[in-house]
Every structure is written in C-alpha cells, then in structure tokens.
C-alpha cells in the first residue's frame, strides 16, 4: 500500500532564517506530488505541485521554492523566512495523470509539518 | 468570489441528529468533487468523492447538481466521532484542486 511521510512534524524558526521541508512517498512510482499551506482558521492553499522529476509548477508568487530530485521525493525550501510563512504545510500526492470518476486521482495527504515564525 | 465556497458553521448538534452542508462552486470547469474531513491539527482525509448520480457510504450521502453547481453532504445520525471540519473540493482537468475553507461540526451527547 501506498504511504506518504513528511517531516519535521513541528518546527520554530526565526524571520529570516531558511526552511526545509521533505515529503516522501512509498508504494507507488510517478506521484503527482503537491505542497498545500493552511493558514490559522482558513483554507488549504496549493503552493506547487509536480508531475515529475524536476518538473514544478507553482500557484502563488512568494518567497518559498519547491524541488523534486527524486521520483518520490518532494522538498519545500525558503532562503529566508517572513511572518506570514507560518502555518501547517501539508504534501500530498495522487497517481498520475487526469481526474476520474473512478475516484483513483484523490490526493492522500501527509501528516503536515506545523511551521511558526517569531 | 472564492471558486469554492462553504457555510463556516459551526453547526451544533446532538447525537443522533441529521446535519446538512451545501458548498457551492464557481468554476464550470470543475470535473470531480470530494468531501474530506479534517480533524483538529490533523491532515484533511477523503471521506467520500461525489458523483453526479449521488452516492451513498453508510451514514453519508453526497450529492452533486451541475446545474445550480452545488454539492452536499448528509450525515444522519450523527455520532460525536463525526465532529470535524468537513471540506468541499473541486478539481477542474489538470491538477487544479480546489479546496473549500470547511464548515465545522460539533455533535454533542
């Protein structure tokens, strides 16, 4: 079966410092891969997503990156970090290619990694 | 206007009850649609997708109508299990997916 990890689970950073987040995804090959944010009380907002190896679109202009170096591996980045980066970033993936009605293109999320800036 | 938009809540119910949620979506584009349920601090988990013919998994039903481009989730008889936030999700062809802010339940004994 299929399982995705990500991590760290919590973290406190200060502004201005660099972030890493690492997504992998176990018992499937050709993820689509995708990094949502959930702000405090709102709703999930897709940051990047990736069809492939070293193939990333992103959704919304900021200051985080996001990289695929490897089929299953999915990594968040920021040089510096803002305030207003804080939240719970969650990865998820769904098997490639369009949706369907057979329901096979869900997106299975990670566990989130709960990220706060002072 | 959000592309997917939903009643916040919270709905208060007891056990037992038949709770409703309507989310409405704006994208005409939109192909598949889903319910997820979110627990608090948690990763947002499928619950059901949502087919235009309707369907049914136990105490669930979900409903979608293309015309009026809404989508529903019934619960009967709410259990205090069931208390979380519920999201509508649209995704259009692509790897669009949009998510609704949620409407919070609680199900109280």
Known sequence: SQTIHQWPATLVQPVGSPLSLECTVEGTSNPNLYWYRQAAGRGLQLLFYSVGIGQISSEVPQNLSASRPQDRQFILSSKKLLLSDSGFYLCAWSSSGGPGRSGANVLTFGAGSRLTVL | ?109
């Not at chain 2, 649609?33 to 309707?54: A, H, I, N």
């Not at chain 2, 208390?83 to 998510?99: D, H």
């Open chain 2, 1 to 109: 206007r959000k592309e997917v938009e939903q009643d916040p809540g919270p709905f208060n119910v007891p056990e037992g009850a038949t709770v409703a949620f309507n989310c409405t979506y704006s994208n005409s584009a939109s192909q598949s649609f889903f319910w997820y349920r979110q627990d608090c601090r948690k990763e947002p988990k499928l619950l059901m997708s949502v087919y235009s013919s309707g369907n049914e998994d136990g105490r669930f039903t979900a409903q979608l109508n293309r015309a009026s481009q809404y989508i529903s989730l019934l619960i009967r008889d709410s259990k205090l299990s069931d208390s979380a936030t519920y999201l509508c999700v649209g995704r259009s062809g692509g790897f669009k997916t949009i998510f609704g802010a949620g409407t919070r339940l609680f199900v109280k004994a």
